[in-house]
């Protein structure tokens, strides 16, 4: 089955130590995004890629950081993680278009937590 | 800008109960409207969508109309199950968000007891 995959599913990590979650999918979507969720709260969107081209959203934090080498794949760097970033952090992806009427494709997240 | 909101929640309901929960939007564009569910350690997954004025979408038995003159999109089911507990996200896409994002309400966390 086509999907979004991410991993890896738990992560725990030291205060300042850098981490990195990865995300991949088979759908063939152009447009991949990374969302930091906290206690079943709202999804906040990070930033998103439509093919290559990199849209941060402006409350984003510079310690976040993300790569994607190609469509299958994408990365999202912590560069030194405070205790506030512990959270769900949750992949998607979605076909581009004319219309606004495409649905996002969610992974299953990764918990992140900080020691 | 563009917003959505939904019930709060939680919402507790016996197994057979009617569910509504009810959502809100404001935009400036026509967006097309979506409801995603969220289990238990898991990410969220389409529920159900709608993309014009008076469209029903519906899916596992959960349905929601988009109304336009109201600018609602309530999500209902006719009779629960223990397994429909989870947090249900309405939300919205419009070109006036910026392309492909989506707008989503604060979720609303359904518990169905047996």
């Known amino acids: 089955d086509a999907m979004v995959i991410q991993n890896p599913r738990y992560q725990v990590t030291q205060f300042g130590k850098p981490v990195t979650l990865s995300c991949s999918q088979t759908?063939?979507?152009?447009?991949m995004y990374w969302y930091q969720q906290k206690s079943s709260q709202a999804p906040k969107l990070l930033f998103h890629?439509?093919?290559?081209?990199?849209?941060n959203e402006a409350d984003t934090p510079d310690n976040f950081q993300s790569r994607r080498p190609n469509t299958s794949f994408c990365f999202l760097d912590i560069r030194s993680p405070g205790l506030g970033d512990a959270a769900m952090y949750l992949c998607?992806?979605?076909?581009?278009?004319?219309?606004?009427?495409?649905?996002?494709?969610f992974g299953d997240g990764t918990r992140l937590s900080i020691l | 800008g563009d917003s959505v909101t939904q019930m709060e929640g939680p919402v507790t309901l016996s197994e057979e109960a009617f569910l509504t929960i009810n959502c809100t939007y404001t935009?400036?564009?026509?967006?097309?409207l979506f409801w995603y569910v969220q289990y238990p350690g898991e990410g969220l997954q389409l529920l159900l969508k709608?993309?014009?004025?008076?469209d029903k979408g519906s899916n596992k038995g959960f349905e929601a109309t988009y109304r336009k003159e109201t600018t609602s999109f309530h999500l209902e089911k006719g009779s629960v199950q223990v397994s429909d507990s989870a947090v249900y996200f309405c939300?919205?896409?419009?070109?006036?968000?910026?392309?492909?994002?989506?707008?989503f309400g604060a979720g609303t966390r359904l518990f169905v007891k047996a």
């Open positions: 998607a992806t979605s076909r581009s278009g004319q219309d606004n009427n495409q649905p996002q494709h």
């Open positions: 759908l063939n979507h152009n447009v």
């Open positions: 890629y439509y093919d290559k081209d990199f849209n």
């Open positions: 935009a400036t564009g026509y967006p097309s």
């Open positions: 709608a993309t014009k004025a008076d």
């Open positions: 939300a919205l896409s419009d070109r006036n968000t910026g392309g492909f994002k989506t707008i």
